[in-house]
C-alpha cells in the first residue's frame, strides 16, 4: 500500500509539472506576441485620433469636413501638434495677408505650446468674415492624421450659436457657384446657366444626387472617385511623392480620357492612380520632376 501511495503521489506531481510547464510557454508565447505587435506599432509614423469633442448648448455646425489649408508648408509644426498630447485648435485674424484680406490662421494649441498649423479654406473665411461672425465662430478638432513619409492631414469643423446659422448660410445664397459645383454640371451634362447661384446649384445638385442614387448609383460612384483623382493632382505633396508637376486641368482630363477610351472606369483609376500619372507624364513629359 505504501508503494502504490508512492506511486499515485509521483504520478500527481509529475501531472502538475506538465501544466506548470504549458502554462509558462504558453504566457511567454502571448508576450512575445505583444511584444511584437507592439514593436510594429511604434516603428511605424502612423498615427491617426478622432477628436470631436461635445459642442456646447445653444450651438451647432456651421462648415464640416474641412482639411487645414496650406499645411504642407508648415509641416514641422503640424508634426509636433500632433505628436504632442490634449490637442485643440483656435482661430485668428491675419489681416497683414497680402493675398486674402478674409485670411483666418488655424493655430493648434497644446498645453505647453501653440503651433501655426495653417488657414481655413479661403471659401469659408470669407463666409464667416463677409458675415460678421468671426467672433462667434469656433474651431473643433475633428481627426488628426500622419503618415510614414510625414504626410499630414488636420480635420476640423467650424461651429457657432444657431441663432445665426441662417445668416452664415444665406452668404452663399446669391454668391456665384463655386468651381466644384459647376464640375458637378458639367460631368452630368447640366446647363451652367448665366448667373448661377451657389443656392441654386446647392439645389439642383441635391436633386440630381437624390435621383441618381435612386436610378443609378454607379453614376455617382464615378462622378466621386473623379473628383477625388481631381483632388489628389491638386496636393503638393501627392505630386511630390509621384514625382509630376502640376498639370493643367484639360492635359489631366486627356489622360483621363484616354484612360476612360480603354475601358478603365473612374472608380478603378482612382485606386490606381499610378496609372494615371503615367498617362500624364507620358502626354506631357515636361511635366515629369527631374
Known sequence: MLLLGLIILAVIAYLVYLASSSSGKSSSSNKSSYSEQTEYRSGSSKKAQSFLPPIPKGHQIYASNMLVAGISFRKADALRFIRDSDQTLELERELNNPHDKNAIKVIGITPSSRYFLGYVPKEVSE?????????????????????????????????GLKEYKKQYDAFLENQPADASQKEFYRFFGLTVSKGLTTGEATRTIAEHRKKLEAEDASKLKEYDAYIDILDEFDDSDFREGYEVKKPARADLNDALNQLKQEGKTYAYLSGSIQEVVNRVIKLKPELERK
Do not use: H, N, W
Not at 145 to 152: A, H, K, L, M, T
Open 127 to 159: 463666409q464667416i468674415i463677409e458675415t460678421g461672425l468671426f467672433d462667434m465662430a469656433k474651431p473643433r478638432l475633428a481627426r488628426i492624421y500622419q503618415g510614414d513619409d510625414s504626410y499630414v492631414e488636420i480635420q476640423f469643423q467650424i461651429f
